[in-house]
């Protein structure tokens, strides 16, 4: 038996009878305007909490003092494009992606993961499964690129559930139902991420999500909706370059490690003296929001494509040119990992087996891939209150050795991180201020001998 579905896309409706006619439409009404069945785009409730990292004002947040160099790497004359609009050819593809919102009540379907020693096998405290409409199965349009989950397409296929009225949203990516063709398959995905929407929740270091920055995208994305309203999008937006370096706070997860390329979870911000007034209403919010909120690298693609949802009213012949017209040198890059506080920072520093916490304070964590492609999680070990070491393949086998030092007081006035390692596999250590959620990450590319580390890393006291 199918679910009920609203949908605020175009669709095909049963012809109801005379005598049944006016109060066919009478429900549909109150459907549609209480969403009381499943629905494929419309309003959504509050996309996490307004101190969380896709809702706060970094208009006036530091630069970062790689920013001209993180540009250029991008390339300063490119221009954006919008990753998102109505519908492509040939039916059912269509261009950005699919959000749907499910009550409560909405049947969970079991769905196993590619990656599942990284993903989220349900919400948390609830049972396992994901509210995933039946009509996904068999009918296009549910899933990012359009075609029905059991039909074997290739593409990202992320799909993006609310259940809003447990303030639950679930993601997934590389999702297909298996065996293709079959109406009775089951739901398969590459990873999964379920995220409280009344939370600031970020992934464990080293954690992907549907993202590959291990993000939520929903809260990211353009909606029609937003763009053509009459307030401000309150949100910063998602977007994707050619290859990642690494990664730093808000993201947890790294997808790459070209020398010299911006770190997943960087922060564009078009510039405040950027003049927008001369677009239309609709590209000038959005616009607006560039400067206020910024744009949050989320995943490796096309250079400065910015994601949004698929709607057919969406007009691509006002958004193509527009959105070309800026160009990476209208931007600036916020300090990597920076956050004013909240949003997942103030966070309790906690040891456990791959995490070290120094001096109380300083959350301290490592990732390796070695030369077969293998990736896992360093084993953490305290040595003194400031500083600890990790081994990655046996107790014996000590890898990296990572120091935290006061400097307040002094000139430098920083708490100062220091790192060496007896490696030259492919490293990253990331650092964790869980006072103010301020997060560094270090490097150190496969096949290089570990250099020092020596940075001045954080703010006293």
């Given at each position: ?7 605020l896309?175009?669709?095909l ?12 439409l009478l ?23 307004a ?35 109505g519908?492509s ?6 261009y950005?992606m699919?959000?749907?919102t ?15 020693d ?12 994901y ?43 590389n999702?297909?139902?298996?065996p ?16 409280r ?13 549907a ?36 990664y730093?706070?808000p ?36 616009f ?8 949050i690298?989320?995943?490796?693609g096309s ?14 012949e ?16 916020v300090?990597?990992g ?17 995490s ?21 999680a ?5 040595l003194t ?17 990572v120091?935290?030092?006061?400097f ?11 790192a ?42």
């Open positions: 038996m199918k679910t009920k579905t609203t949908d896309m175009p669709t409706l049963p012809q109801p009878g005379r005598a049944g006619l006016f109060l066919c429900l549909a009404a109150g459907t549609a305007a209480g969403q009381t069945g499943v629905v494929r785009g419309g309003p959504l409730p509050q996309m996490f909490p101190d969380n990292w896709w809702n706060v004002d970094v208009s006036q947040a530091p630069l970062d003092p790689q920013s001209a160099a993180f540009l250029s790497f991008i390339g300063t004359s490119k221009g954006l494009h919008p990753d998102f609009g519908d050819d040939p039916f059912p593809e269509i950005g699919v959000y749907v499910v009550p409560g009540s909405q049947p969970l379907e079991p769905v196993a993961f590619d990656y599942a990284e993903s989220d096998t349900g919400a948390p405290g609830r049972p396992a499964g509210p995933i409409p039946v009509q996904a199965k068999t009918e296009p349009k549910w899933l990012e690129g359009g075609y029905p989950g059991n039909a074997g397409a290739d593409g990202d296929k992320h799909l993006l559930i609310v259940d809003r009225d447990n303030k639950l949203l679930f993601e997934t990516w999702t297909r139902c298996e293709e063709g079959s109406p009775s398959c089951t739901w398969r995905a590459g990873s999964g991420a379920v995220f929407l009344d939370a600031n929740d970020r992934r464990p270091d080293g954690w992907t999500s993202d590959a920055a291990g993000l939520a995208i929903l809260p990211g994305l353009i909606r029609y909706d937003e763009a053509n309203g009459t307030e401000p999008i309150r949100h910063a937006l998602r977007f994707t370059v050619r290859a990642t370096n690494g730093v706070f993201a947890s997860h790294r997808a790459g490690s070209t020398t010299g390329a911006p770190p997943l979870g960087t922060r564009l911000r078009l510039k405040a003296s950027k003049d927008v007034s001369g677009y239309p209403d609709s590209v000038r919010r959005v607006q929001a560039m400067k206020t909120y910024g744009l690298l989320a995943d490796n250079d400065m494509y910015v994601q949004g949802t698929y709607d057919t009213r969406w007009d691509n006002v958004l193509n040119p527009a959105f070309a017209s800026l160009k990476v040198s209208d931007f600036e890059v300090q990597l920076w956050n004013p506080g909240g949003g997942g920072g103030g966070d309790t520093c906690t040891p456990d087996a791959t070290l916490c120094l001096v109380s304070r300083f959350r301290v964590s490592a990732r390796y891939r070695d030369y077969a492609g293998g990736e896992g360093g084993q953490a070990v305290a209150s400031d500083t600890g070491y990790f081994w990655f393949f046996s107790a014996a086998n000590v890898e990296a050795v120091k935290v030092v006061s307040c007081g002094s000139g430098v006035d920083r708490w100062g991180v220091y060496n390692g007896l490696t030259d596999l492919d490293v990253t250590l990331t650092v964790t201020d869980t006072k103010d959620g301020t997060t560094r990450t270090y490097t150190n590319p496969l096949g290089q001998e570990f250099r020092l580390i020596r940075d001045p890393a954080f703010a006293c006291p």
